[in-house]
Each structure stands twice: as structure tokens, then as C-alpha cells.
């Protein structure tokens, strides 16, 4: 989770200086972090008591939306480097 939060700040900073695409590479770096989570917390094939399965369902909610946001940056980034690439006009 510690990687994600690095490479989520550090797209945050490419955001805020208006470098679109390498705010892109960090987020695709976060995603794959969030990714490598959901297979950690999955408990598909174990019996899991009633108290840790109650806790990883919650977990693997919190990362879903956690990469939802991440993803929907990541579009809008995408969109905002086409838009100054490929200008109207």
C-alpha cells in the first residue's frame, strides 16, 4: 500500500506541474500496486473465520474504490495530454 501512496503522491506533483503523461506512468504504477493488493486480500480457496472475512470484504471494497478514483484520474489525464497533443484548430 506504502508503493501505491508513493507513486499516487508522485502523480499528484505531475498533475499540479501540468505534465499529464508522466502523471499517467505513475498512476499505471499505482494501479499495478492496488492490483497486486486485490491478490493478497483475496480468500478465494480458504476457509476464512466469520471476523476475517467480514474484515476482507471490506478491504478488497476499499481498494475497488480506491482504484476506481485512480482510474477515472488516470481517463481524465489520458484526455487532457490528447486535448494539448492534438489541439482543435
Not at 499540479?16 to 480468500?43: Q, R, Y
Not at 484520474?73 to 486535448?83: I, Q
Request: overall charge negative.
Amino acid at each position: 500500500m506504502v508503493n501505491s501512496w508513493w507513486e499516487r503522491l508522485l502523480s499528484l506533483h505531475s498533475l499540479d506541474g501540468g505534465d499529464f503523461g508522466l502523471a499517467s506512468c505513475h498512476l499505471k504504477e499505482a494501479l499495478s500496486h492496488i492490483n497486486h493488493l486485490f491478490g493478497l486480500v483475496s480468500s478465494e480457496g480458504r476457509e476464512l473465520p466469520d471476523q476475517e472475512e467480514a474484515v476482507t470484504v471490506e478491504c478488497r471494497r476499499l481498494l475497488f474504490d480506491y482504484r476506481e478514483i485512480l482510474l477515472r484520474v488516470l481517463r481524465d489525464s489520458r484526455t487532457e495530454l490528447s486535448r494539448r497533443r492534438h489541439p482543435e484548430g
